[in-house]
C-alpha cells in the first residue's frame, strides 16, 4: 500500500514547465526531459494540471474531451512515454480531473444543446424568474451571474465558473457512471493519483437566491457530496491499494473534510482547503490589498492541524499551486532575505502533518512576476477583475497593484531553468512572459549551490522519508500569541521534533520555556545550534527543525 504520509507531491503546470519543440508551450515531453530533476528533489508523485483536449478558456479546466491529449501538449504516446519513465524512476503520476463541469464544446453539451433530452439532463438548466431575470442571484466564481439564458429552451444553465464551463448534473446517475469511466481509463494507463477539482460543489443543494452572499453556501459540501464520492471510491479508484486521491475544497467546512479525509478510506486519501490562504483578503473578498493576518495565519492552520488530527483524517499541506500567488512574495521577502524567507516558508509546510505539496519554481524561490500592462496578463479571471475593478471606481494604477498581488498568473510564468533566453524555457516565444529575475533564480545555478533554496527543499523531502516523527507524529500548537513566531511540537514513539520559525525580516525573541537540552539541530537556514535553556534569539526570518530522541 502506498503511504501517502511519507510521501511528498511536485505540482506542474505543463503549459509552463518545459518546452521542448520550440511552440512557447511546456508540453509533456517537457516532463519527461526534467524527471531527473524532480527525482533529485525526492518527490514521489507528480501531480499534473490538466492536459486534456480544451478550448483553454481556463487553461484547461474546460475539458471538451476527457479521453484524449490536446495537441498543444503532445500524444498519447507521450503520455505513455511519460508514465514509463517516471515509473522507472519510482515516481507516480497523479493528473487532475474536473468533474464539476464541463467545456461548453464538449460534445455532450454540444448534444445537450442539439434538443437531446439525454444529454440535457447531464447538466442544470431552470426556468428564469421571468423575462431576462436568472433563476436565483448566485454569482459566478470569475465574475457576473451564475446562469446563461439559451433563447432556444428559454432556460438557462448553471456555470459556477466561466461561462464556458457549464456544470454537470451529479444527481443523475448516467454522469456518475460516465465520470467512472473516465477514471478507469486513466487508471489502466498506470496513473496512481487523482486530483479532484473543487469537487465539493458537484452536489448542488436547493436553488434559491442568497440574499446573505454569493450563493456558494447552497452549492456547497452539498446534500449527497459524501454519496456520490464513497459511490466513486467503491467503484473505481478504491479497488487499488496504492491509489493516492486529493480533493480541491473550495469554502469547506473542517467537519466535512473529517469525512472527505478519514482513515477508513472511504472517500478521499487527503483534501486541499483554502482558508489559511484568504488572510490576506478582506473577508471572502480578494480584489483588496490588505496586509496579511500573521496570528490569523496561525489560527487557521493550528486548528486544522489539530482538528483533522482528532478526527483521524489526513490534510495536503501546501503554499503554492497555479491558482495562488508565490509564497515567497506573499508573505516572505523578495530581496534581502529572499533565501532565508523562502527556506523557512518552506520549512513550516514540510514539518507539519499532512502530505506536502511542492508547486513548480516553490523549490528555487521563484516569485511574483510584477507584471505592470494588461497585455502580459493571460488569466480569465484577471482580465475580468481589471476590468471591474476600474468600474468600481479604482485607478488603473491601484488595479495594476491589486493584480500583482493576487492574480492567478503570478504563478504560471513559465520554470526558471537557467540565466540564458526566457529562462531555458523554450527556443521560441514563450506563451507568457519569463520572470525577470530567472538569470539569478535558476534551476542551473541553484543544483551548483549547496546552499540553494533547491538544496534545503531537498532535504526536507529527505526528513519526512528519515524520520517517522515527521511522517505520523502526533502535533502541538506553541507560541500561539507570539507576534512573530510560528512554532510546533511533532511527538511519535520516543522522537521529538521541534520546528521554530521566525516569520518577519527582523529579530524577534521567544522565551519558550521548554526543556530544550538534548535536542540536535536537523536543518536551519543559519549557522548556530539549538539553544540550551529554550531561549530562542531568532534572525530575521530564521528556521530551525530540532529533533531529539528518548
Not at 443543494?205 to 452539498?222: A, H, I, S
Request: with cysteine; charged share 30%; glycine share 8%.
Amino acid at each position: 500500500m502506498a503511504d501517502f504520509r511519507k510521501s511528498v507531491v511536485y505540482q506542474i503546470y505543463p503549459k509552463s514547465f518545459y518546452d521542448t519543440n520550440g511552440d512557447g508551450l511546456g508540453d509533456l515531453k517537457g516532463v519527461t526531459a526534467k524527471l531527473d530533476y524532480i527525482k533529485e528533489l525526492g518527490a514521489d508523485y507528480i501531480w499534473m494540471t490538466p492536459f486534456f483536449v480544451s478550448p483553454q478558456k481556463d487553461n484547461g479546466y474546460d475539458v471538451e474531451d476527457y479521453y484524449n491529449i490536446d495537441p498543444r501538449y503532445g500524444t498519447m504516446e507521450d503520455f505513455e512515454e511519460l508514465a514509463a519513465e517516471a515509473s522507472k524512476r519510482g515516481i507516480k503520476l497523479m493528473l487532475d480531473m474536473v468533474f464539476n463541469h464541463t467545456s461548453d464544446r464538449n460534445q455532450w453539451f454540444q448534444k445537450a444543446l442539439a434538443g437531446d433530452e439525454k444529454y440535457k439532463n447531464f447538466y442544470i438548466w431552470k426556468k428564469g424568474k421571468g423575462p431576462g431575470v436568472p433563476p436565483t442571484n448566485w454569482e459566478s466564481k470569475f465574475g457576473g451571474n451564475a446562469w446563461q439564458y439559451v433563447e432556444k429552451f428559454d432556460e438557462y444553465y448553471l456555470h459556477l465558473f466561466d461561462v464556458s464551463q457549464p456544470d454537470l448534473n451529479w444527481d443523475n446517475e448516467e454522469v456518475r457512471e460516465e465520470v467512472r469511466k473516465v477514471v478507469r481509463f486513466w487508471m489502466s494507463k498506470g496513473v496512481k493519483g487523482f486530483r479532484f477539482d473543487v469537487v465539493n460543489l458537484i452536489s448542488k443543494g436547493d436553488f434559491e437566491d442568497d440574499f446573505e452572499g454569493d450563493g456558494r453556501r447552497f452549492y456547497t459540501d452539498g446534500p449527497n457530496i459524501h454519496k456520490y464520492l464513497q459511490e466513486l471510491n467503491r467503484e473505481t479508484f478504491g479497488t487499488d491499494a496504492e491509489f493516492v486521491t486529493v480533493g480541491e475544497m473550495s469554502s469547506t467546512s473542517m467537519e466535512n473534510c473529517y469525512r472527505y479525509a478519514s482513515e477508513d478510506g472511504k472517500e478521499l486519501s487527503m483534501v486541499f482547503s483554502f482558508h489559511h490562504l484568504k488572510v490576506d483578503f478582506m473577508g471572502n473578498e480578494k480584489w483588496v490589498l490588505v496586509p496579511y493576518d500573521f496570528q490569523k495565519l496561525k489560527d487557521i492552520l493550528f486548528s486544522w492541524q489539530k482538528g483533522m488530527a482528532e478526527h483521524h483524517a489526513w490534510n495536503a499541506v501546501f503554499w503554492c499551486n497555479h491558482d495562488q500567488p508565490r509564497v515567497v512574495s506573499r508573505f516572505g521577502s523578495e530581496g534581502k532575505y529572499w533565501k532565508e524567507s523562502a527556506k523557512m516558508l518552506g520549512t513550516v509546510i514540510h514539518c507539519l502533518r499532512g502530505t506536502p505539496y511542492i508547486y513548480q519554481g516553490e523549490e528555487l524561490g521563484m516569485t511574483n512576476p510584477g507584471f505592470t500592462d494588461i497585455s502580459q496578463y493571460r488569466d480569465v479571471e484577471s482580465k475580468n477583475h481589471f476590468r471591474i475593478l476600474q468600474e468600481k471606481g479604482l485607478t488603473e494604477q491601484d488595479a495594476y497593484r491589486i493584480l500583482q498581488v493576487h492574480s492567478r498568473d503570478n504563478s504560471r510564468t513559465p520554470m526558471q531553468w537557467d540565466g540564458g533566453a526566457n529562462g531555458g524555457f523554450t527556443t521560441g516565444e514563450p506563451w507568457m512572459e519569463v520572470t525577470k529575475n530567472s538569470s539569478y533564480i535558476n534551476a542551473q545555478a541553484e543544483l551548483a549551490d549547496e546552499d540553494s533554496v533547491f538544496h534545503y527543499y531537498r532535504k526536507l523531502v529527505q526528513l519526512r522519508k528519515d524520520y517517522d516523527v515527521v511522517a505520523y507524529g502526533d502535533f502541538e500548537a506553541l507560541a500561539e500569541r507570539h507576534p512573530q513566531v510560528f512554532a510546533y511540537r511533532r511527538t511519535y514513539g520516543g522522537e521529538e521534533l521541534l520546528v521554530v520559525n521566525n516569520f518577519y525580516g527582523r529579530e524577534t525573541v521567544w522565551e519558550s520555556g521548554l526543556d530544550t537540552a538534548g535536542f540536535e539541530k536537523l536543518l536551519g537556514n543559519y549557522e548556530g545550534g539549538c539553544p540550551a535553556d529554550g531561549k530562542f534569539e531568532l534572525r530575521p526570518f530564521e528556521t530551525m527543525v530540532l529533533y531529539r530522541k528518548k
